[in-house]
Nanobody, 116 residues
């Protein structure tokens, strides 16, 4: 069983920055691929960034060059640093990982609102 708790969302002006955090409970954090997804009102949930067990990141084109995903295995935490935020980045951001059977685990999300 894995529990994921996101934090760090909030209201920011366009061009600003935020750092999201996701604290994971349970074992084997260092062996888990961790991801950040987001869901804007009326839209489907989409991948923002993912980080592998070796630290290799993957980014959506929409955030590439503006965001950095990182992980601290000692703290069982994954981060998403977002810079040059745009109004279209407004969404609920969710932390994700998969169990050995492929079952998805999700946090409850943290709201990011970017004002123009």
């Amino acid at each position: 069983q894995v529990q994921l708790v996101e934090s760090g969302g909030g209201l920011v002006q366009a061009g600003g920055s935020l750092r999201l955090s996701c604290a994971a409970s349970g074992s084997r954090f260092s062996s888990r691929v961790m991801g950040w997804y987001r869901q804007a009102p009326g839209k489907q949930r989409e991948l923002v960034a993912r980080i592998g067990t070796s630290g290799t990141p993957v980014y959506a084109d929409s955030v590439k060059g503006r965001s950095t995903i990182s992980r601290d295995n000692a703290k069982s935490t994954v981060y998403l640093q977002m810079n040059s935020l745009k109004p279209e980045d407004t969404a609920v951001y969710y932390c994700n990982t998969k169990g050995p059977s492929g079952l998805d685990y999700w946090g409850k999300g943290t709201l990011v609102t970017v004002s123009s």
